[in-house]
């Protein structure tokens, strides 16, 4: 698959469980994803994300930040990893690394990540937490091009959830990850047609700029992976 010159290399960066990684192989094996996943690097050895790549077949490699004395060098080496492939997308899925500027701007327009809330609410950490005591009636997850801005880069992709009645942390976050595993197999499709760009700030899908109603995802009863 690797020789066919149409098959988006895709470099998938993780660190703790790799069910965003996993739905991205899924799709891959149902063959309705025409890209090859070069390499997984993941920031901890022990992370369970790098299990599934090598039960996928997929190679690894484990680049601790703890072996580099700041965020510039072993950013550096992350790009040297990822810069064997031949201009791969570079999916961040579980990630938990700030990137220096330098990083993010070598690959700007193909560096995404998945964040679980509705961007631009709630950057940062304990989305689910923060959610549920705010009261919010939807919560969710975005698709976004990565900028120097921490979970600030123009989204290409949301997907809507409902919070409800009884919802704990925990519940939240599991609805939130149904939703990303839809939502994330689904943009990279997008870029393996070369069907999203990023001009400016803007996010072009098939050539026209997205605009807010359009990336906004909702389960329907049609959608694969809804239960109903
Ligand atoms: C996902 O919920 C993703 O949105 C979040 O980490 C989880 C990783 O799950 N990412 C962030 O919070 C980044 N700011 P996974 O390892 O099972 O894919």
Request: charged share 25%; net charge negative; aromatic share 6%.
């Amino acid at each position: 698959m690797s020789e066919d010159s149409s098959v988006l290399p895709l470099v998938v960066l993780i660190s703790g469980n790799g069910s965003n990684l996993q739905a991205i192989i899924d799709e891959i094996q149902r063959a309705a994803l025409s890209v090859k996943i070069e390499l997984v690097i993941s920031n901890r050895a022990d992370a369970y994300g790098l299990k599934r790549a090598r039960q996928a077949n997929i190679d690894t490699a484990v680049l601790d930040h703890r072996d580099y004395p700041d965020r510039k060098k072993f950013d550096r080496a992350l790009a040297e990893l990822i810069d064997q492939f031949d201009r791969p997308l570079v999916v961040m899925a579980g990630f938990m690394r700030i990137l220096s500027d330098e990083f993010v701007n070598r690959y700007h327009g193909r560096l995404i990540n998945i964040h679980p809330s509705l961007l631009p609410k709630y950057r940062g950490l304990n989305t689910h937490q923060r959610v549920l005591a705010a009261g919010d009636k939807h919560h969710g997850a975005s698709v976004h091009f990565v900028t120097p801005d921490l979970d600030a880069g123009p989204v290409i992709l949301q997907g809507r959830v409902d919070v409800l009645a009884g919802d704990t942390e925990d519940s939240l976050r599991r609805r939130v990850h149904e939703m990303e595993h839809l939502i994330y197999p689904r943009v990279v499709r997008w870029f393996a047609n070369h069907q999203v760009q990023l001009e400016g700030d803007s996010v072009l899908i098939a050539g026209l700029p997205i605009t807010e109603d359009k990336r906004i995802f909702e389960l329907t009863p049609n959608e694969p992976g809804n239960a109903g």
